[in-house]
C-alpha cells in the first residue's frame, strides 16, 4: 500500500529565516504530486503541483519554491520567510491518470 | 476563477440523524468530485468520490451528484460524535488533476 510521509511535523522559524519541508511517498512510482497550504481557519491553496521530476508548476508567485529531486521526493522551501508563511503545509499525491489525491500528514509552520 | 462554494456551517446533527451538506461549483466542465473529512489539527482525509450523476454509497456516506445544476451534495446517516468534522468538498478542475477546494462545513453532532 502507498504511504505518505512529512517531516518536519511542527516547525517555528524567526521572520527572515530559510525553510525546507520534505515529502516522500512510498509504494508507488511516477506520482503526482501537490504542496498546499492551509492558513488558520481557510481553504486549502495549491502552491505547486509535480507529474514529473524535474518538472514544476506554481500557482501562486511568492517567496516560496518546489523541488523534486528523485521521483517520489517533493521538497518546499524558501530563502527568506514572512510572518504570512505560517500555516499548515500539506502535501498529496495522485497515481498518474487517477483523480483522488491522498494528504500526508502535514507540517505545522509557526514563522515569528 | 473557477469556485467551489460550501456552507461554512456549523452544521449541528443530533447523534443519530442525517447530515446534509451542500456543495456547487462554477466550471460546468467538472467532471470529478470530492468529499474529505478533517479533524481539527489533520490533515484532510477522502472520503467519497463521485464521477457521475446520481448517488454513490459508501457505508454510512452517500454522495450525490448533479452536473446540470452543479451541486454536489454528501449525506452522513446515522451521525455519530466522531463524524464530528469539517467536510471539504473538492473539484476537479483540469487535465492535471489539479483539484479547487471549498472552504469546508464545520459538522457537530451533538449526543
Known amino acids: 500500500s502507498q504511504t505518505i510521509h512529512q517531516w518536519p511535523a511542527t516547525l517555528v522559524q524567526p521572520v527572515g529565516s530559510p525553510l525546507s519541508l520534505e515529502c516522500t511517498v512510498e509504494g508507488t512510482s511516477n506520482p503526482n504530486l501537490y504542496w498546499y497550504r492551509q492558513a488558520a481557519g481557510r481553504g486549502l491553496q495549491l502552491l505547486f503541483y509535480s507529474v514529473g521530476i524535474g518538472q514544476i508548476s506554481s500557482e501562486v508567485p511568492q517567496n516560496l519554491s518546489a523541488s523534486r529531486p528523485q521521483d517520489r521526493q517533493f521538497i518546499l522551501s524558501s530563502k527568506k520567510l514572512l510572518l504570512s508563511d505560517s500555516g499548515f503545509y500539506l502535501c498529496?499525491?495522485?497515481?498518474?491518470?487517477?483523480?483522488?489525491?491522498?494528504f500526508g500528514p502535514g507540517t505545522r509552520l509557526t514563522v515569528t | 476563477q473557477k469556485e467551489v462554494e460550501q456552507n461554512s456551517g456549523p452544521l449541528s446533527v443530533p447523534e443519530g440523524a442525517i447530515a446534509s451538506l451542500n456543495c456547487t461549483y462554477s466550471?460546468?466542465?467538472?467532471?470529478?468530485f470530492f468529499w474529505y473529512r478533517q479533524y481539527s489539527g489533520k490533515s484532510p482525509e477522502l472520503i467519497m468520490f463521485?464521477?457521475?450523476?446520481g448517488d454513490k454509497e459508501d457505508g454510512r456516506f452517500t454522495a450525490q451528484l448533479n452536473k446540470a445544476s452543479q451541486y454536489v451534495s454528501l449525506l452522513i446517516r446515522d451521525s455519530q460524535p466522531s463524524d464530528s468534522a469539517t467536510y471539504l468538498c473538492?473539484?476537479?478542475?483540469?487535465?492535471?488533476?489539479?483539484?479547487?477546494f471549498g472552504a469546508g462545513t464545520q459538522v457537530v453532532v451533538t449526543p
Open positions: 463521485i464521477y457521475s450523476n
Open positions: 473538492a473539484v476537479r478542475v483540469d487535465s492535471w488533476g489539479k483539484l479547487q
Open positions: 466550471d460546468r466542465g467538472s467532471q470529478s
Open positions: 498529496a499525491w495522485s497515481g498518474q491518470g487517477a483523480n483522488e489525491q491522498y
